[in-house]
């Protein structure tokens, strides 16, 4: 099994006042020439915005798109039609496809964290589509929730590649064995909270760790911890 860590210390770092920005790979004005993804996985953003302020509107193309809600409400209005307000436990996607156009506000009392992902698609100008879904923690304890898949089905979102995400929440002292194929496939796993082992190596809060050349891991919690996994074509 192949490995690499990536520490808080090694991300980038925006901070405009009311958007505050770790990235994990090169984005934005942040360059890292040996970080420009893990695979398909191109974008993975630990952002915070403050009340009252958001992204206006502008364009995507070509691009899945991925928002995690981890706390507060924030609207999403785009040029499909869509209006919204999705909060914590929701999770969106926006196959880009085509083209298409967006916003979102934090539309709360309180700050809004989410982690923005971008992930390469499959196919190239589809139709674009938007989906979301709700996920409540309390029906995910000591269990691995698939939150994204490009198989259709009304329990996740739907995207445009050979991709999956899921969504852990487990109890001090559960363990978890996750089997995947391992032909052009890598794993990659942020730590959202608490404490956990995967194949013998320990994740921190708010770490992430890439793996190859394995089709299994092992995963061991000394906390409750809750964590994301991503399941994606690394073609190396």
Known sequence: MQTEKYTPAQRGVKDIGWLKSNFIFSFSSH????RAGFGLLRV????YVAPENGFGIHPHANMEIISVMLSGSMNHIDSLGYKEVVHKDWVQIMSAGSGLRHEE???GQDEVNFLQIWIEPKLQNITPRYQRRFFPEEKRLNQLTTIVS???GQSHCWINQNAKLSLGYFEQGQTLTYRFNP???G???FNISGTLEVNGQT???????????TDQLDFNFSSDSRFLLIEVPINL
């Open 44 to 47: 993975f953003n630990d952002d």
């Open 150 to 152: 490009n198989e259709e």
């Open 183 to 185: 032909v052009n496939k």
């Open 203 to 213: 994740v921190n809060d708010r770490e992430g760790l890439g793996m190859w050349e």
């Open 105 to 107: 506000h934090n539309v």
């Open 31 to 34: 360059y890292n020439p040996v």
């Open 187 to 189: 794993i990659f796993v």
